[in-house]
């Protein structure tokens, strides 16, 4: 699995917690990739027609603003997804193992 990519949507619980295990003990590392360029039109769809539709068209204007954006999204709003999914996908493999656990707990039983 050297350059091992996957869609996070096709990833299996146990799978989740195995990338979780291989990062920890410094063996592999994670890195999920966003779709930058969607995302960034949503964004500046979002942001042109919220503030910059208003009061004067200037050039100036909208420069600042879409650097901004794009600072906004590179320092602040990536990371933070990134951070909200991987928190997302450990909750339910950690989730789905506890009821694994607590299934084949009751059969013993």
């Known amino acids: 699995y050297f350059n091992y990519s996957n869609n996070t949507s096709y990833l299996k619980p146990h799978q989740v917690l195995a990338i979780n295990r291989g990062e920890s003990l410094k063996i592999l590392t ?3 990739n966003l779709p930058e360029d969607w995302l ?4 500046q769809r ?8 208003r009061g004067r068209d200037s050039h100036l204007r909208t420069t600042m603003v879409n ?4 600072d906004a999204y590179k320092r602040l709003i990536s990371p933070t997804m990134i951070r909200t999914c991987r928190a997302e996908l450990t909750k339910t493999a950690e989730n789905a193992a506890i009821a694994s656990f607590a299934e084949n707990l009751r059969k013993l039983l």
């Open 46 to 53: 979002c942001v042109r027609f919220r503030f910059l539709n």
């Open 40 to 43: 960034m039109g949503q964004l």
């Open 67 to 70: 650097n901004a954006l794009k």
């Open 30 to 32: 994670v890195k999920l």
